[in-house]
């Protein structure tokens, strides 16, 4: 049963851009940290996924990595259990499979990617050059 609900993906030439959503459809208050992984094409192992982005429910204590920095913009409309990941200046590289997740942290400084245990079921970003 999908917790998770994400949408946003398609297809863009390089240099263009999208915004993914992605909503916690629980009853119960469940994400105060939201993120974003990213999985490529051909990679299977879990220590291949990328962690994108996260952000507390603060809105202010958020993470990038490095690939992403200066391009991707992660933000969240807590009245509606949202996250979303504006991304710009899409590169092919940035090809994968785009996965949201979510966990309750007792901290925001425990708050990135690898500490969340939730996951949507994915939706497909594809860069052509």
């Known amino acids: 049963q999908a917790q998770l609900v994400e949408s946003g993906g398609g297809s863009v030439p390089a240099g263009g851009s999208l915004k993914l959503s992605c909503t916690d459809i629980r009853d119960t208050y469940s994400s105060n940290c939201m993120g974003w992984f990213r999985q490529a094409p051909g990679t299977e192992r879990e220590g291949e996924r990328e962690?994108?982005?996260?952000?507390?429910?603060?809105?202010?204590?958020?993470y990038y990595a490095d690939s992403v920095k200066g391009r991707f913009t992660i933000s969240r409309d807590n009245a509606k259990k949202t996250v979303y990941l504006q991304m710009n200046n899409l590169k092919p590289e940035d090809t994968a499979m785009y996965y949201c997740?979510?966990?309750?942290?007792?901290?925001?400084?425990?708050?990135?990617?690898?500490?969340?245990?939730?996951w949507g079921q994915g939706t497909l970003v594809a860069v052509s050059s």
């Open positions: 962690g994108v982005a996260s952000i507390f429910v603060d809105g202010r204590t958020t």
């Open positions: 997740a979510a966990d309750l942290l007792p901290d925001a400084r425990l708050c990135s990617p690898d500490a969340l245990d939730t």
